[in-house]
């Protein structure tokens, strides 16, 4: 566990980004060398690794709402529908 040099928001270690700033959490050493080398991903890819740090995080309605929007984009990506419903599943036992 980590801290954002920015905001002092707990990180995972594997996290690139803050979940809280959205500071980029890669060494300025690293930065310029993951911009050349990360390939673009597309919105709901990015919405899809977006839920799935809210789910981690513990936030599922916000997992949700970000795994929906990536749904919306690419409505048949089945590994974003098992996820929904698993979580839907979740909140109904609650």
């Known amino acids: 566990m980590a801290e ?15 979940g809280a700033c959205g500071a980029d959490l ?3 050493s690293q930065v ?3 911009r050349e080398t990360v ?3 597309s ?9 799935s740090v809210y ?8 997992a949700l709402e970000a ?3 990536s749904l919306e984009l690419e409505p048949e990506h089945r590994e974003t529908r098992v996820w929904v419903e698993r979580v839907r ?3 109904s036992e609650t």
């Open 39 to 41: 390939p673009v991903m």
């Open 32 to 34: 310029e060398h993951h």
């Open 4 to 18: 954002c040099p920015f905001c002092n928001q707990r990180t995972e270690a594997e996290d690139r980004f803050c």
């Open 55 to 62: 789910y981690r995080r513990g936030n599922r309605r916000e």
């Open 43 to 51: 919105v709901a890819e990015v919405c899809r690794r977006l839920g």
């Open 67 to 69: 795994w929906g929007k």
């Open 89 to 91: 599943a979740e909140f």
């Open 26 to 28: 890669l060494p300025p």
